[in-house]
């Protein structure tokens, strides 16, 4: 089992209904950068505002906040993930729509909220966490590997979403 070297905890609260166009906005604009950038990950206006709303009203997303109110982080926790895993969807905390604002990077925020997924994983008395990545997106399958996650198998994309044909589902084991 592998552990992140310890970082500095991150404050997440909950997402509300409210924040559904504020993280759909963050969304689009890192989708953007993705487009311009060659990276088929994902792709602007493709998550509806009302789909992201009824997930945060699940309690499925969290957000690091500023003082000011400016969600500058933001990710989604769910515990069964059937449309990426299929077969071999267990129990486990899986991540996904783990977004930076692009003004907030270098503080290491991604590893801090992957960090506060496997907490409340653990919590949840899982001891596995898992996320998908494009398979294609070689600096972020390079990343995750750094946090201590390992590549499963590369499979793909669900024909609901968009962006790329095939993803690499990837687990890290939580001690």
């Given at each position: 089992?592998?552990?992140?070297?310890?970082?500095e905890?991150?404050?997440?609260v909950?997402?509300t209904?409210?924040?559904?166009?504020?993280?759909?906005a963050?969304r689009?604009?890192?989708?953007?950068?993705?487009v311009a950038?060659?990276?088929?990950?994902?792709?602007?206006?493709?998550?509806?505002v009302?789909?992201?709303?009824r997930e945060?009203?699940r309690g499925?997303?969290?957000?690091?906040?500023?003082p000011t109110?400016?969600?500058?982080?933001?990710?989604?926790?769910?515990?069964?993930?059937?449309?990426?895993w299929?077969?071999?969807?267990?129990?486990?905390?899986?991540?996904?729509?783990?977004?930076?604002?692009?003004?907030h990077?270098?503080?290491s925020?991604?590893?801090r909220?992957?960090?506060f997924?496997?907490?409340r994983?653990?919590?949840?008395g899982?001891d596995?966490?898992?996320?998908d990545?494009?398979a294609?997106?070689?600096a972020l399958?390079?990343y995750?590997?750094?946090q201590?996650?390992?590549?499963?198998?590369e499979?793909t994309?669900p024909?609901?979403?968009?962006?790329?044909d095939?993803?690499?589902?990837?687990?890290k084991?939580?001690a």
């Open positions: 089992m592998v552990d992140s070297p310890a970082l905890p991150l404050e997440m909950p997402a209904t409210a924040d559904a166009a504020a993280l759909i963050l689009d604009r890192l989708a953007r950068w993705m950038n060659g990276i088929a990950q994902w792709l602007p206006g493709e998550y509806p009302a789909t992201l709303a945060a009203a499925e997303w969290y957000v690091q906040r500023e109110g400016e969600v500058v982080a933001a990710v989604r926790l769910v515990w069964h993930d059937p449309d990426f299929g077969a071999d969807e267990i129990e486990a905390g899986y991540v996904h729509g783990l977004m930076v604002a692009p003004g990077r270098g503080r925020l991604g590893a909220i992957l960090a997924c496997a907490e994983t653990r919590a949840r899982l596995r966490q898992r996320l990545t494009a294609d997106n070689r399958r390079k995750y590997a750094a201590g996650f390992i590549e499963l198998r499979t994309l024909p609901q979403f968009h962006g790329t095939r993803v690499v589902l990837m687990e084991l939580l």
